[in-house]
């Protein structure tokens, strides 16, 4: 298997511009009614507008609010809807989805000893032996059997193999067919911590989640956390997208939990980034070539696909890439000169995120931090089942 990464091409970056405080009930715990009902905050990075403010400070996000005017024609921030999407887009234009499902991956387990351990599916390693994250495991030992029940109430048994570190542990499954058929039968959808769940609320609602907490084309199963920018998306808005002449495309990028690892270094470049699986077909490759020929916009839908479009650049070709599978440790911050991705939409990311350490890359820093100042003070949602963004990418 490939592992693509890439050196980054120096500069200094504060860390700390990564800051920003956000009202705790602006995170959104459950998604809108319709998925099209979310909100867009559509900015450009290239519109005069956009330096016209003054600088943000680190951790002080709300000081830069962009003024009323910037709401008007040739705005750097326009308050849209998710449904205006298709106007913003351009006739040969590319937009290129990561079409990951999301596998039902928490489980709960219990000790012979009665005491219970919540557990997270990373991925099968080899037949029937996963690798998975253990909660409330101190006194767990290796060779031990733990219980898991199915939704029918069918017990069944794993058994812990090692103690990988960190809380991930090899366990040995001995129940016939594929990890996707024994978690559906067994799992809960893997939402992030900053949506909060208890054991009631889980069984209340993780019908819903399932199907929200996943996007309408996914289809290669092997994430543990959404795309979440394609969760916005129905095929009715896909159509009308296609409508407008713009061709649509997919790529493949396994989510990892390591997507939720905020960063704890003082400099970006001690980060260890985490790795995750990938694949770019040649048939998408060659909607970007078919792109550049008619003169469109490579549109990535999520900081997945950017991972992915980003790690396959061809060096030879100028905004093309290469059709390869693998895995990719990309970390894309400021500054980073993007070689494939055009426009960007994007959900509002963690403080102190990998994410949003991309997501200003791609548009600005000042920019982006005046965009979150405007988000909060407009009440748009964050995260996960919150609302989404429209980004130019700056020149």
Same mark, same amino acid.
Request: net charge neutral.
């Given at each position: 298997?490939?592992?693509?990464? %890439?050196?980054? @091409?120096?500069?200094?970056?504060?860390?700390?511009?990564?800051?920003? #405080? $956000?009202?705790?009930? $602006?995170?959104?715990?459950?998604p809108p009614s319709n998925r099209e009902d979310a &909100?867009?905050?559509?900015?450009?990075?290239?519109?005069? $507008? *956009?330096? *016209?403010?003054a600088s943000a400070s680190p951790g002080q996000v709300g000081d830069c609010v962009p003024s009323p005017a910037e709401g008007g024609q040739g705005a750097a921030f326009r308050d849209l809807q998710i449904t205006d999407l298709p106007q913003l887009l351009r006739p040969g234009d590319l937009l290129v989805l990561n079409d990951?499902?999301? $596998?039902?991956? %928490?489980?709960n387990a219990r000790r012979l000893t009665g005491g219970l351990i919540g557990g997270l599916f990373v991925r099968e390693e080899q037949p029937g032996l996963w690798r998975v994250m253990l909660k409330n495991a101190g006194r767990l030992r290796e060779g031990e059997r733990l219980i898991i029940q199915a939704a029918d109430g069918a017990d069944f048994e794993v058994r812990t193999v090692a103690n990988l570190g960190e809380g991930h542990w090899h366990v040995k499954v001995d129940v016939k067919g594929t990890a996707e058929g024994l978690l559906e039968r067994i799992g809960h959808t893997p939402l992030p911590p900053y949506i909060r769940r208890d054991a009631e609320l889980t069984a209340q609602f993780d019908g819903e989640d399932r199907i929200r907490y996943q996007t309408v084309y996914a289809r290669e199963f092997g994430a543990v956390a959404a795309p979440t920018a394609g969760m916005h998306l129905t095929q009715v808005l896909l159509q009308a997208i296609r409508g407008r002449g713009v061709e649509i495309a997919f790529v493949t990028l396994h989510v990892g939990i390591g997507t939720f690892r905020p960063i704890a270094a003082d400099r970006l470049q001690d980060h260890r980034m985490h790795q995750e699986r990938y694949e770019l077909s040649a048939e998408t490759a060659g909607a970007v070539e078919r792109c550049r020929e008619r003169g469109g916009n490579v549109v990535a839908v999520g900081t997945t696909s950017v991972r992915v479009l980003e790690s396959t650049a061809d060096p030879s070709r100028p905004g093309?890439? #290469? @059709?390869?599978?693998? *895995?990719?440790?990309i970390f894309i911050y @400021?500054?980073? &000169?993007f070689r494939v991705v055009d426009r960007l939409l994007t959900n509002f990311h963690l403080p102190r995120s990998t994410l949003l350490a991309l997501v200003m890359a791609f548009a600005g820093v000042d920019l982006i931090r005046r965009a979150y100042s405007h988000a909060i003070e407009e009440r748009y949602r964050f995260y996960s089942y919150g609302d989404a963004m429209y980004l130019t990418r700056a020149e």
């Open positions: 298997m490939n592992v693509k990464g %890439r050196s980054h @091409p120096g500069g200094r970056f504060d860390v700390a511009a990564l800051d920003y #405080e $956000l009202p705790q009930d $602006l995170i959104a715990q459950h &909100r867009l905050l559509a900015v450009d990075s290239q519109s005069p $507008l *956009s330096a *016209s403010s990951t499902k999301v $596998l039902p991956a %928490r489980f093309l890439v #290469e @059709p390869a599978s693998g *895995s990719t440790d @400021p500054p980073y &000169r």
